[in-house]
């Protein structure tokens, strides 16, 4: 892993590698012995970066479509790229007994969003063994249910293959309807759930649990996520639970009580970058799919499997604000203060990542007959790596595909990143005199 001679800095190198595995996934969906019948090259295209996003949003139907084949090649572009295609490298070169320089932890850094250089190696061997031995275990839990249900054969690949789409926020199934056969199922809602939110929360959180053990000991960062993620999903499983009640097309249909209780849960922590549903997503009342909008644009966390402008980015700017409107001088938490570096990265984050998608449903209001709500759902869906859709993604034109494609490499490795791939950061050596401006 020697770029050396590489002209690149770490943020287009990143991009690069992504679009060269893109590209290589859609000419291996595009051989026929990849699928049962013949797809165009949007479509390849459109799934071979669903999967490497691991976004889930599908133009085909992945169980019938899809041979064995090019099931397998969807598994593999989802594992490399919810565990990250740097890692990968790092793993094959530590294997070769090769020296992993500056340059190329520089770019490990970048591609799990560390602030600092120190410890990345030690990281991506986390994300290996953490990664690889809760697949296992989930794929066996789940074969107790899906084996005396398919067969030995049918139930393990089933299990294997929801194993890795969940664990990496994938949201890709094998059924059509995703997961709503199993609303009501405990086993099934909570391997899968538990998957995705391990997943989400992000492998520096998982890291800092297991060699600390202790809540007191844990990073103010990895108290965040925890805390973070059990309130907002327990706040969206409330709201849902209400609000959907009584629809007659989703919680109204269940009749018992702890379905509707199940439905309400899963639907309330899959927006944050899972894809899976047990409830018809088009049939949810407008007022729940608001609401998904911004679970869906916050995301998961930082390092980990799923996209967003991320949970500890979404806090950082709620926690300035509220300083803000407090009048101090310092935003805190947890008798630490935040540093202003982080507070500008926040921002830059959030405008970078509303302005693309203000600019993808302007376009695809051009280009598409759909209603509003159902556009900017698709298009939050596909830059927080969700793959949530209200059932319009096959409908897309050929340039709605293309934009909701841009969209998901964009929600995959970032806006800074890809801010950053365009125009090389500069470090200022100049200070200049303040001076108040107008706001407000």
Do not use: C
Not at 245 to 270: E, H, I, M, R
Request: positive net charge.
């Amino acid at each position: 892993m020697n770029f050396k001679y590489v002209k690149l800095n770490p943020f287009q190198l990143l991009v690069l590698v992504f679009l060269f595995f893109i590209t290589l996934g859609t000419a291996l969906l595009k051989i026929p012995l990849a699928t049962n019948n013949s797809i165009s090259w949007i479509d390849a295209l459109f799934t071979a970066t669903s999967a490497m996003t691991v976004t889930g949003l599908a133009v085909v139907d992945t169980g019938t479509t899809f041979t064995t084949f090019g099931q397998s090649i969807i598994l593999i572009l989802i594992q490399v790229g919810g565990l990250g295609i740097m890692s990968f490298a790092v793993l094959i070169f530590m294997m070769l007994g090769k020296k992993i320089g500056f340059k190329e932890r520089l770019i490990v850094q970048n591609a799990l969003n560390q602030t600092s250089l120190g410890g990345v190696i030690k990281l991506v061997k986390n994300i290996f063994i953490y990664s690889f031995t809760i697949e296992i275990i989930a794929m066996l839990i789940l074969a107790i249910k899906w084996v005396p249900e398919f067969g030995w054969g049918k139930g393990m690949y089933y299990s294997f293959f929801h194993s890795i789409s969940a664990f990496n926020n994938a949201g890709f199934s094998i059924w059509s309807d995703s997961l709503m056969g199993y609303v009501g199922d405990p086993l099934v809602n909570l391997v899968i759930t538990f998957l995705f939110i391990i997943g989400g929360i992000g492998f520096t959180v998982l890291t800092d649990i297991w060699y600390k053990r202790s809540f007191k000991k844990l990073s103010l960062h990895s108290k965040l996520m925890i805390v973070g993620t059990f309130i907002i999903n327990l706040v969206a499983m409330i709201i849902i639970f209400a609000i959907e009640y009584n629809n007659p097309n989703t919680l109204g249909q269940l009749s018992s009580f702890g379905d509707k209780l199940w439905g309400s849960y899963f639907q309330a922590v899959t927006p944050r970058t899972a894809g899976f549903n047990t409830l018809d997503i088009g049939s949810l009342n407008e007022a729940t799919i608001i609401f998904m909008l911004l679970l869906m644009f916050v995301g998961a966390g930082s390092a980990s499997t799923g996209g967003g402008i991320k949970l500890t980015t979404f806090l950082v700017i709620v926690l300035s604000v509220l300083t803000f409107l407090r009048q101090k001088n310092q935003v805190t938490i947890g008798n630490r203060a935040i540093k202003d570096k982080v507070i500008i990265r926040s921002l830059a984050i959030s405008v970078i990542s509303i302005l693309f998608i203000f600019i993808a449903v302007f376009i695809l209001k051009i280009t598409e007959v759909e209603p509003f709500i159902i556009i900017i759902f698709e298009v939050i869906s596909a830059f927080g790596t969700v793959g949530l859709s209200m059932g319009v993604t096959a409908d897309l034109s050929y340039i709605g595909k293309l934009i909701i494609v841009f969209i998901m490499l964009l929600g995959k490795l970032g806006p800074l990143t890809f801010a950053f791939s365009l125009a090389k950061p500069k470090q200022e050596k100049i200070r200049y005199p303040s001076e108040d401006i107008l706001t407000g």
